[in-house]
């Protein structure tokens, strides 16, 4: 942790809402200096609370959000001197989304009220969560067929079940309670701001124009939200809401108000201190990484969003087909902002080391168990555990592609782009009694790369060129196997943003022109940015083989889609 603090007297909060934790950056607004941060974790989440994964249900409580919002906080600024605190100039916000949650008419999310404390279906339904999966091929069957206008036209043509009016017509559906208590809808990205600032009238919170177009259907040739004869046709238990929702959205360079007198004293700093409009974490992050036209950022974690800007006169009328939106402003203002993704792409790892520790736990513990402690019995789980994936990984990258003889879907969690499919689940075609885990392994990361192909292809269909690829993320930092390959595959060399913090410091970097320290987001990233940590340059031997089996993996897509999607 740096706390070598210049002379400047101007400095930035970035608040980054993930899906695990909450992250606070301070920031030196003249230089982009990042002077401290601290991580605070969701401890209802962490214990598994309100959530099934067995039925892809995510929901998270917005007490861990408090909770976490004034922890990470009071511990970024903690080590820091005190003049720091009294020079707050802003503090920009970013989370994940969609991740709405239903709200009373005071705004109060119901989950804080003591009659729904424990109601998974009162909270904030994460973005991963997919339980609405056909609530969404509803949606989306009804925007084909209803006789008027296409809402999806402006979000790939597909509407998905990680999003808002998914997400919504399903609890309404499902929680009869939920339905006759809930007055309106809030994003997580647009709640922070309105409690931060004390504006929790559900008719006046600013509402974040990258939520709101990425998500919710929102667009001007509309007049904002589809209207309610498309809502109704859908289902009639969406009837009414649209007008308790809202018609206005803004952009993250605009102000959502000022810090509340309260919320000051709870984070012992100034009250009135300007706090952005929300938005979401992957195009916080395309931000605090450098995009600009022409570039592709990857945060690359449990899952991956890809995030591009076009300029208006590029993208003109076309709609994009088969990614997750095209937004006027919602990366950086003035520009289209382009969203894609795959659901699942570190948590693929993940579920293969969880395949390989599976004797681990049930087996090897259980004879140690009653010769050593328990605590010494999960320290030596955790530590081979830990092992799994760099051993898999030093293993898998002494194989040449031409060796594996595997080819992998990388659909575990489904399909976000192209074409989102929520339906689709994952394959390994080609096993023998000779193929070994660093083989599978190999495959599912050759798998997840093959995808990230996928959508730049689909970019490039587009007409939206992409010279240069930046990476952020926990698999960009830490994982130089699966970065290589993903090199080869697409062909491109990729850089890594130099920022662990890339997503907070973009939060921070909108906070600047909000704020008005800087005039424009471009200005912003001129002064703020930090630059790349490493380049990672394609094999041209490997780039040649993966050429080829790229196109088995879109042959095997294609073969078995329809199979997949019923399974």
């Not at 909060?13 to 982009?32: E, I, M, P, Q």
């Not at 959530?51 to 995510?58: A, D, L, T």
């Not at 409690?195 to 040739?221: Q, V, Y």
């Not at 300007?274 to 022409?294: C, Q, R, S, Y």
Request: one cysteine or more.
């Amino acid at each position: 942790m740096n706390t070598n603090i210049e002379s400047d007297n101007s400095y930035l909060l970035g608040l980054d809402f993930g899906t695990d934790s909450v992250r606070c950056l301070v920031v030196n607004a003249t230089t982009g200096k990042e002077l401290s941060s601290h991580v605070s974790y969701y401890t209802r989440w962490i214990e598994g609370k309100y959530c099934e994964p067995s039925i892809n249900q995510f929901r998270q409580h917005p007490l861990d959000y408090i909770e976490a919002l004034s922890k990470s906080i009071q511990e970024a600024l903690k080590p820091l001197p005190s003049n720091i605190k009294e020079n707050i100039s802003a503090i920009g916000i970013d989370t994940t989304g969609s991740t709405p949650a239903p709200i009373d008419k005071d705004g109060v999310v119901l989950a804080l009220r003591e009659d729904f404390s424990d109601n998974p279906n009162s909270m904030f339904i994460l973005w991963k969560d997919h339980t609405s999966v056909e609530e969404a091929y509803y949606i989306n069957k009804v925007a084909k067929n209803w006789g008027g206008e296409d809402f999806t036209k402006y979000v790939g043509g597909v509407y998905s079940s990680e999003w808002f009016w998914a997400k919504i017509l399903h609890i309404l559906k499902a929680d009869e309670n939920v339905r006759k208590a809930a007055f309106s809808w809030v994003e997580h990205a647009d709640w922070i701001p309105a409690l931060l600032t004390g504006n929790m009238n559900p008719i006046k919170i600013k509402r974040s124009r990258c939520a709101a177009g990425h998500k919710a259907m929102w667009h001007e040739d509309w007049g904002g939200l589809p209207p309610e004869e498309f809502l109704v046709s859908v289902d009639p238990v969406l009837k009414g809401l649209r007008s308790r929702l809202y018609t206005k959205t803004y952009t993250s360079d605009t102000l959502a108000g000022y810090l509340s007198k309260e919320w000051a004293q709870k984070l012992t700093l100034k009250e009135g201190i300007p706090v952005t409009v929300g938005a979401l974490d992957a195009h916080m992050g395309a931000v605090g990484a450098g995009v600009k036209e022409g570039s592709l950022v990857k945060i690359i974690g449990t899952s991956c969003c890809d995030i591009a800007v076009a300029k208006k006169k590029q993208v003109g009328n076309r709609t994009i087909k088969g990614i997750c939106g095209q937004v006027d402003g919602s990366v950086i203002p003035g520009m289209i902002g382009l969203e894609a993704g795959q659901s699942s792409f570190g948590d693929v790892y993940s579920w293969f080391k969880d395949i390989v520790a599976w004797p681990i736990q049930n087996i090897f513990l259980t004879e140690l168990s009653s010769k050593l402690g328990k605590d010494d019995i999960q320290k030596i789980a955790r530590n081979i555990e830990d092992k799994i994936i760099p051993t898999l990984s030093k293993e898998a990258s002494n194989i040449s592609p031409k060796e594996v003889f595997l080819i992998a879907l990388d659909w575990l969690n489904g399909r976000r782009t192209p074409y989102a499919e929520q339906k689709l689940k994952g394959v390994i075609a080609g096993l023998t009694l000779g193929t070994t885990s660093p083989k599978i392994f190999r495959s599912l990361v050759e798998a997840t790369c093959f995808g990230s192909k996928a959508i730049i292809d689909r970019l490039r269909e587009e007409k939206i060129d992409i010279k240069e690829v930046i990476a952020i993320g926990g698999v960009a930092t830490k994982s130089p196997f699966v970065m290589q390959v993903l090199s080869d595959i697409l062909n491109i060399p990729i850089k890594v943003a130099k920022s662990p913090q890339a997503v907070a410091l973009g939060a921070a970097m909108l906070a600047a022109v909000a704020a008005g320290i800087y005039p424009t987001v471009e200005e912003a990233q001129n002064h703020m940015l930090s630059g790349f940590s490493k380049t990672y340059y394609p094999d041209f031997q490997n780039a040649k083989i993966y050429k080829e089996l790229y196109e088995r993996y879109k042959e095997l897509g294609l073969l078995l889609e329809n199979y997949l999607r019923e399974l």
